[in-house]
């Protein structure tokens, strides 16, 4: 890997987090001149630019070393250091940042009989998260079968390909639209400032440094 001296920080490129993780960042007194594809912002002021991706590739991007830190969904970060982060350098979730709350729940068909973990026994759980939702199933001593879906999982058990779901829910309109209703609580996820566990020893690390204490100077003054 090619060494850089600029710090390199990942956010998502389009998305529910990519306006306030930018309106934070500027608060930290960072600004940017964007890229005309739009994949890329150059810091102006301070030696640290952006690379606009798809959050699920962010964790990915740190651990190989393409960007120090990214600001990421809890969600997205625990679904890695379970699944595809095992082999690699573990990644710290350095800062809550305070915005981007949501939930990763189960839901079931509204006249589903729902107790407990327990009442999903054997039934087809369609999910997103199959790390998340795997290890809260095992810590349940509960066997499903996990059905991994990219992408529009609250349909799944209107398209008879699973009894009930795993996916995050934030103001809920996406289950009532779907007949779907919310049983359990796997994780409060919240966007994170992501980083590799060691940071780097060179003006980078002195750089996140900086950024940490603006950071909680920033995050302090809005709570
Ligand atoms: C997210 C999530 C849910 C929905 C929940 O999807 O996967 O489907 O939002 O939000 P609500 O409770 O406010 O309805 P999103 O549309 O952000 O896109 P994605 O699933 O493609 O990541
Ligand atoms: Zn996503
Ligand atoms: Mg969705």
Redesign the pocket.
Known sequence: MKTRDRLRIAMQKS??LTEPALDLLKRCGLTFRQSRDKLFCFGEGEPVDLLLVR?DDIPGLIEQGVCDLGIVGRNVLDEFSLTAGIDGAPLKEWRPLGFGR?RLSVAVPQEMAYESATSLAGQRIAT?YPGLLGRWLRDAGVDAQVVTLA????IAPKLGTADAIC?????????VANQLREVDVLLESEAVLAGPEALPTDERGDMIELLLKRLDGVIQVSE
Do not use: P
């Not at 992408?151 to 609250?154: D, P, R």
């Not at 996916?167 to 289950?175: M, R, Y």
């Open positions: 998305g529910r959050d949501c997103s992408g529009s999982v609250e996916d995050l829910v934030q103001s809920g309109g996406t289950l």
